[in-house]
């Protein structure tokens, strides 16, 4: 295995724990591909081209092993300690039996929550809810916008997301995440994996990775974490027309079978 093989294997541990056919559909394409790249086959030049574009891969340091690994990464120290725990927010509403309400963060507001995430006069602004069996937690629900998510979670989707205290250690892998961060101006609903204690890095990952890039978050800028446990879909699908082409496929294939019945 020469250098650029070897990192591309690197990578494949990295962003997706070993798995080729995670890798593959993280960057466009086949597992056997990346099979035969770590094996030892060069990849051409449009291949390099999607890993560096999908994954924020410098591009120096997959070809020569130049520099980091990470495009514009400098490897800072997290600058955080590591018995790290974060605030838990101030709760600003219950409501008749003094429970948490939960707050909703529109489209509209998510640029503003930003700036006013510890701010209670920003959170008393917010529409409130309450939802059966989200206890003993505090929770926010936040309004999804494009399809960055889908089929996860469609456009305009809404998510209820509890609370992460311990986000440096609780952040499991491939779980879903709402992410309050510097480098998002509105925040992001992705799903996770969690590299900062290794490589100082939040790996956000969108289900839709055809069409959206990875994104790697620096702990540094993380306000809040909010892991998601719910989520509230208003355009429910029709199965009707799923099942209406399975009918028709099935008459065909009985169909099919008749007349080689017939003909034999």
């Known amino acids: 295995m020469n250098g650029i093989n070897f990192r591309i294997k690197q990578l494949v541990d990295y962003f997706a724990n070993g798995n080729n056919s995670v890798f593959g559909n993280m960057i466009g394409v086949n597992e056997s591909n990346i099979r035969s790249y770590i094996n030892g086959t060069e990849p051409k030049f449009n291949v390099i081209e999607k890993i560096c574009s999908a994954l924020a891969i410098n591009s120096e340091w997959l070809v020569l092993g130049v520099g980091e690994m990470l495009a514009g990464d400098k490897k800072e120290s997290i600058g955080l300690p590591s018995d790290f725990t974060q ?3 101030q709760v600003i509403t219950v409501d008749a039996h003094n429970r948490d309400n939960i707050a909703l963060v529109a489209n ?9 995430y510890n701010d209670p006069n920003f959170i008393k602004t917010l529409p409130t ?3 059966p069996n989200l206890n003993n937690g505090v929770f926010r629900m936040f309004e999804i916008e494009g399809n960055s998510m ?23 892998d491939n779980k879903l995440y709402a992410i309050i961060s510097n480098e ?3 925040g992001l609903i992705k ?3 969690n590299r900062i204690k290794k490589y100082d890095n939040l790996i956000c990952k969108s289900d839709n990775r055809r069409n959206y890039p990875t994104q790697n978050i620096h702990p540094s ?6 892991e998601v ?12 027309e799923f099942y209406d082409r399975l009918n028709d496929l099935e008459a065909e294939m009985q169909m099919l079978k008749l007349k080689k019945n017939i003909t034999d």
């Not at 889908?150 to 499991?172: N, Y």
Request: proline share 8%.
């Open 87 to 89: 605030q838990v927010p």
């Open 108 to 116: 509209k507001l998510r640029a503003g929550y930003l700036q006013g």
């Open 129 to 131: 809810f309450r939802l």
């Open 150 to 172: 889908f089929p996860t979670l469609p456009d305009r989707t809404h998510v209820i997301a509890q609370f992460v205290d311990d986000w440096i250690h609780g952040i499991k």
């Open 184 to 186: 998002v101006e509105d």
């Open 191 to 193: 799903r996770c994996l």
């Open 221 to 226: 800028t993380i306000k809040e974490v909010w």
């Open 229 to 240: 446990k719910l989520h509230l879909n208003f355009n429910l699908p029709d199965p009707a």
